[in-house]
């Protein structure tokens, strides 16, 4: 029997922005320079904590630094906390929003340079070291946005696994093209090293890409390349934003969410993740080693409209730690961290 490895991903940043639904009170602006940010999300960081430490899962905490606007905000205003963490096992990586200025619309958007992504990367990880004292060793990028530049700028600045990736996923922009610019329509569903000449493909860079855990095309609900699996896993989200609260009740009921991959949301359903759970304990219990990777946005925890604890979200999670730790009954399960992934695949495809 294959050993069934999971990995728990935590994008760590700041209140969504204001022009996400739902957040326009509680929301950070990025529409003036310099951007007003918010934290507040963080007074309820000890609820997420604790359903992890109850569980005893890792977590891989990707903290936010770019460029600007945040730059190494977050890093100095948690800094203690940032510490406690590292010294109770947890993870510290980093997590990259390629933001620039839009002098002409006056507000923050996505950058499409790709030139202005690298320098980007390298600056927000000197920011990382500088502030810390020590290199993240892993990352995902924010929106999910990747290019040949970023990989490359990644493995230039000593990150080891990179966790972007949720393949088969491409968007030509959300809101109105200001960002989740992403393509990896190309990525399979492995751990690889890329291409330096395309990211998405298999290569020989030192830098590990392991993809989001995902539903395999042949095994989603809806009938694959309907125009109604597209519309949910690439356009729904863009189309259908202000009506997201009701389109998500409905679907709860059919068990239908907008991602394919482990993403726990504190809008859709826990189902897919459940789905997704049980395929890779499926491979585990094969005879293959396992990669389980999935995320969630600690954000969530705050809810929005009122400021208080969203206990639904902190429900979800508490919901699918255990589902997960259930598994052990089936196979052999190991929570890690996302460089100790890197590790152990490595080690087991060394030539």
Known sequence: M??????????????????????LVLGSNYDVNAAIIRFD?????????????????????????????????MLKRFETRIFDLK??????????????????????????D????????KRSIKHFRRSLGFPPLSSRMGWNAMSNEIMRALEEEGILVDATCET?????????GRDNVVDWSKAGEDLYHPNRNDYQLPGRMKLLEVPISSIP????????????DKLINSRLRTIMEPLLPFVSTL????????????????????????RIIDLYVDKAKANQDSFLVGFFHPSDILEPKKGTVNKSFADKIEEIMRYITLQKQKVALNFTTLSEIAEIY????AH
């Open 2 to 23: 294959g050993r069934f490895y999971v990995t728990i991903c935590a994008d760590t940043e700041d209140n969504p922005p204001d022009y996400v639904p739902n957040w």
């Open 168 to 176: 088969g996923y491409k968007c030509d922009g959300m809101y109105g």
């Open 114 to 121: 790709h030139n202005k992504e690298y320098e980007i990367v």
């Open 41 to 73: 999300w963080t007074k309820f960081w000890d609820t997420l904590i604790k359903i992890f430490r109850k569980n005893r899962v890792p977590i891989t905490w990707l903290l936010r630094v770019d460029d600007a606007p945040i730059k190494d905000l």
């Open 251 to 274: 679907f709860e009921s059919f068990h239908i969410s907008a991602h394919n991959v482990f993403y726990i949301s504190s809008v859709w359903s826990t189902s897919i993740i459940k």
């Open 346 to 349: 490595n080690n087991k495809h």
């Open 217 to 228: 095309e042949e095994e989603r609900m809806l009938f694959k390349g309907s125009p109604l």
């Open 87 to 112: 010294s109770e096992g947890d993870e510290i990586g980093i997590h990259i929003h390629t933001w620039e200025w839009d002098s002409k619309s006056h507000i923050w958007r996505q950058t499409k």
